[in-house]
Each structure stands twice: as C-alpha cells, then as structure tokens.
C-alpha cells in the first residue's frame, strides 16, 4: 500500500515562500498523475496543482501563477514551489494521485500571516 509523507510547511509572513516536497512509497509512483490539495479549517479539499507523469503542470486559477509544481520519479517525490504567499493559502496541504486516491498522509500545515 502505498505511503505518502508531506513535509516543508511552516509559518510564513505573507509575500513569503515556502517548498513542500511529498515522497511516496511503492514503486507505481511515476506513472501516475500527482496532485497537491489543501484543506483550510471549514473547507473541503480542493485540489490546487497536480503533473502529469511526463512533468506537465495544471494550477488552479487562484494559485497559478505563484506555485509551481514538479516532481522526481527517480526519488518518488512531487513538489510544491509556493511564492507570494497570501493568508489566504493557510491550509494543511496534502499529496495525492489526481484520481482515485491513495490513503491520505498526515499533511503539512502552511500558515501565512497578514
């Protein structure tokens, strides 16, 4: 069964940055399309950026732009690049396959304050 482990979150000042790296254990890990989500405190899981397995990003609208995501197949690792970070980005944020997920990881908190 597949493990995911998320990491890099902190607090931040807003305008900051911050890089999330998952690693997946298994060895199927490159030939799905990854996806990193968040969940702010009251809101449902939305999914913010996810990569095909050739490296092709998709953002969602309000973080396009700021984040950039990537991976290593090689490590099993998909990552979060998160500038200009606004308060509005405070979430835990989570890693995952894009469809048909795998058992959440504990996720990592960012807090971004005004």
């Known amino acids: 069964q597949v493990q995911l482990v998320e990491s890099g979150g902190g607090l931040v000042q807003a305008g900051g940055s911050l890089r999330l790296s998952c690693v997946a254990s298994?060895?199927?890990?490159?030939?799905?399309?990854m996806a990193w989500y968040r969940q702010a405190p009251g809101k449902q899981r939305e999914l913010v950026a996810r990569i095909t397995s050739y490296g092709t990003p998709n953002y969602e609208v309000s973080v396009k732009g700021r984040f950039t995501i990537s991976r290593d197949n090689a490590k099993n690792t998909v990552y979060l690049q998160m500038n200009s970070l606004k308060p509005e980005d405070t979430a835990v944020y989570y890693c995952?396959?894009?469809?048909?997920?795998?058992?959440w990881g504990q996720g990592t908190q960012v807090t971004v304050s005004s």
């Open positions: 995952n396959r894009a469809f048909a997920v795998w058992p």
């Open positions: 298994g060895s199927i890990f490159s030939s799905n399309i």
